[in-house]
């Protein structure tokens, strides 16, 4: 029988009057674990509470990514401010759909303002009144939302599936409170991953969480049977090229254990296609289970399997304050 989860340090959900379903996630990342030596384990670690701002007063702020060059020349100051924003960024903004979703929509011409049809994305707006999509008004948006959700293994990071296999949308039925609207997943995980999947009802935060350019790590914790060194995992931190794809700087860590079942810790910033997974059969390795653990600052933890909580309002601020600050 396997032991029950290790309890963190700390509490990491505060009290919330809409229930269990909806507790607010204070914020926690992954913690390193330790080079080939350490600790061996069968569960997902349970990680400890995340402190946002390491180190002690006047240490540098965590941020995301590489220091991003200077911004482009600054406009004519003479010409006059451009008012307003793009329409496919405004529907991404209050949640219809992804920016992408949403320039997709207005080709298909589902997009309209005051009964005309929108013909480009580009189209500047100051605000969405008078627009429907499908004939729908679209309400304007709403404050920016963002839940942890457990994903069990077995569901479709989709709205819908066409070989009818069961969605994250629904467990989300129950997991989520009534009045969470529409939210999409941040990024996706594969029908067999399970672990850590935001969602979020802004489709412009959604979409600067997922670009590598943001540099925003996810943790993994992977069991693989085979034959490997740490020294090849370290080997990753420098990308790896497979099959013509190249995959960006990945930190490897493969945690202590006997015999050739093994729990491999994997950061990366990109996300590509099943990247965890293709890397470590590059190695020969065979994945039996891959979790993710963390995203950003927030970590699993000790969230159960089907369960989400939301983000404590606070700790989102301070969360996008670090996003804006990586996107320059």
Do not use: C
């Not at 995301?64 to 100051?77: E, L």
């Not at 451009?82 to 219809?96: F, H, P």
């Not at 759909?97 to 303002?113: F, N, Q, T, W």
């Not at 935060?205 to 740490?230: C, H, M, N």
């Amino acid at each position: 029988m396997s032991k029950p989860p290790r309890k963190s340090g700390g509490s990491s959900y505060g009290s919330d009057s809409r229930g269990s379903d909806s507790r607010r996630f204070e914020g926690r990342g992954p913690s390193r674990g330790p080079r080939s030596g350490g600790r061996s384990s069968d569960e997902p670690r349970r990680d400890g509470p995340f402190n946002e701002r390491r180190g002690g007063a006047g240490s540098r702020p965590r941020s995301f990514g590489k220091p991003k060059p200077a911004g482009p020349t600054p406009k004519d100051p003479s010409l006059p401010a451009r008012e307003g924003d793009r329409i496919a960024k405004l529907l991404a903004r209050a949640g219809v759909a992804s920016r992408r979703e949403a320039e997709r929509m207005i080709a298909e011409g589902r997009v309209k303002l005051n009964e005309e049809t929108i013909e480009t994305p580009s189209t500047v707006l100051t605000s969405l009144a008078g627009v429907t999509v499908d004939g729908n008004p679209v309400k304007e948006a709403d404050a920016t939302r963002l839940f942890a959700f457990h994903k069990p293994a077995g569901l479709i990071t989709a709205e819908r599936d066409p070989a009818g296999r069961p969605t994250i949308y629904t467990a989300l039925r129950n997991a989520l409170p009534k009045d969470a609207g529409r939210v999409m997943p941040v990024g996706r995980l594969d029908f067999n991953t399970e672990g850590l999947l935001l969602l979020t009802n802004d489709g412009e935060f959604k979409r600067a969480l997922e670009l590598p350019s943001t540099g925003v790590p996810r943790t993994y914790r992977a069991r693989a049977f085979g034959d490997i060194t740490q020294e090849q995992l370290e080997s990753l931190i420098e990308g790896v090229e497979i099959d013509g794809v190249r995959y960006g700087k990945i930190d490897a860590n493969m945690e202590r254990g006997a015999g050739r079942n093994r729990w491999i810790e994997m950061t990366l910033t990109e996300g590509k296609n099943r990247e965890v997974r293709r890397v470590l059969e590059h190695f020969g390795l065979k994945v039996s289970r891959l979790i993710r653990i963390g995203y950003g600052p927030f970590a699993l933890d000790e969230l159960p399997k089907g369960a989400a909580v939301e983000i404590d309002a606070k700790v989102l601020d301070r969360f996008r304050r670090d996003i804006d600050r990586a996107k320059g």
